[in-house]
């Protein structure tokens, strides 16, 4: 039978049933057991996105977790291919890394991939990708990340440091392996086919297990490094999968930057922030105040309520009290709208200032801190 | 009508037929025209190898030699995939383009390529090709190159300067593009069809017309180079081809590392050379001196004579009076491999001195002369 959603890592379709998706990627599910072992071993309260499975699948957590308990200790590895403009859901990932990055005090490598997004688009020049490498960096820096365990670097820049092990990376995979995982054809240029290789090489930065969190549709990605990295004498990379924060236009697919209707942008105003939510957001509610006062709205379908739940608001008390006012009818859709716009609005605007303050700290991050330090000395091989 | 001989970049099978190979790769003939302005330009004798058109094909010498005479200049460009042990055939595109740079005073880019060779054979390792990179940079600087205008990189270590330039380069070749030039499949690895662009980086270095020196069969390579090179603001790379040395054993094919019988190498002792020049290269005598004194020899297929023709006597007349006598029968063979026994070894003896001396001067060409230094701080956009 004909499924009604797909996941690509460069195309998400539909309304994703992430249980059957943890079947067809063979992942596994994080089971209520592992979310109680992870709370004991930090000895803290989870994070909401994990309290609530927004990051709901992973390979080899378990592992990671173990070698963590063992001291041998593990590392976080995540990246961004620069854009003119982060919006909120690109920025899910790395608020959950830090959290990660807090609890277990581990080195962070994040990887810039201004030579991917040049090479992947004809019409973008590596002046604009870098500019966007930039800007997104601030945008990363305003995470507030440790910055002497954080290594935040541009492909274009620290190459010669990954080159050797990039290398021995790309001897490992033929066209024919990545062509599929990659979305590559005859046509492709020879740019984007050897560039699997540098994203795979910070997986292999230390002689420990890395941990990847993102979004599922980056599982692919990772199967490639999983095959090859331990004849390399690495190892396999652990991940820990999110599922997508919906566009604003409805429950189906994820957020698209070519699609500005469909998402927050971190430098939208509080202006724009109510207008897009109160005129695209897509809402679970009755076409009418009387119907909805007397059948209610769907929690479910609603995308105000889902960003609420999956990040904005991460009180457990309030969210059940608004998703069962939302339920009943006694909370109709413009209110749940506008608790939406004030969470963001707060958001945004704490964000702004720390993007103002992280001007002052992008050297840190990609050149004077420890790690990054320690990193510029350091060769791959 | 099948055609008895066959010259790729990867393999050259049968006798040449150099006329008809400039036909088919449409490249031009140097001639006597180009040769007489040579001389006028450099007013001095040409070098034997050009004289007696070993170097006899050419794509837009014309167009570099009025540059240079515009006061526009030139540079050029050579290289090395890095292997155990360099024969004599690797050192004639080196000794020529020293004649080159002597001459015309020029700048020289000499790219070794360390991780071609490793992602081009399963069985080596990274460790290997630089090891191999380092000794074959000592036979190169042994040729004699000017230091302060000669910049010797290896593509591991030089990565960073020629990353920029390289992924503009990749965006304009497809995998299908570089694939039969290259001899690549879909089960290629991702690295080794990626390579083509750092091969051509090179030829980007200078805002000026690139002269690259090299046997006829690396002009693919080139075509692609001469194809994108406008688009990115730079020129397309000139060449100048020479005819293959011919093996030790015949006037077909071209010498190869995998069959030690068929070179010379540059650490064989007098005594090896003198055994392998009498077991193995190829007569062009008669079976017994009494037929040999009566019906005399063939020059044109003694490989031998050839060797000295193309490079080992320099001397015109006395090369004419060694190819008479052989014709005439007074030159046997045994004394004719004598010539060059001697010629070969005093040759080596030489470079072996200049090689040993190279040791101190790897730095030199590598990082601290005039041009290296120049080179490491710039980065090629």
Redesign the interface.
Known sequence: MAQDFNVTPWEVKGKVDYDKLIVQFGTQKITSELKEKIKSIINDELHVMLRRDVFFSHRDLDLVLKDYQDGKGFFLYTGRAPSLGMHIGHLIPFIFTKWLQDKFNVNLYIEITD?EK??RN?EYT?DQTRQWAYDNILDIIAVGFNPDKTFIFQ???Y??NM??I???I???????E??ATFG???????????Y??LQIAPTMFEKRRCLIPAGIDQDPYWRLQRDIAESLGYYKAAQIHSKFLPPLTGPEGKMSSSQPETAIYLTDDPKTVERKIMKYAFSGGQPTIELHRKYGGNPDIDVSFQWLYMFFEPDDNKIKKIEEDYRSGALLTGELKQILIEKLNDFLEEHRQKREEAKKLVNVFKYDGELAREMWRKIH?
Do not use: C, H, Q
Request: charged share 25%.
């Open positions: 030579d040049f090479m004809p590596l492909d274009t820049e190459i010669r080159y050797p990039a290398i021995k790309a001897k490992k995979l033929t066209f024919s990545v062509r590559l054809d005859t046509s492709s240029n020879i740019g984007i086919i050897w699997p290789a091989e």
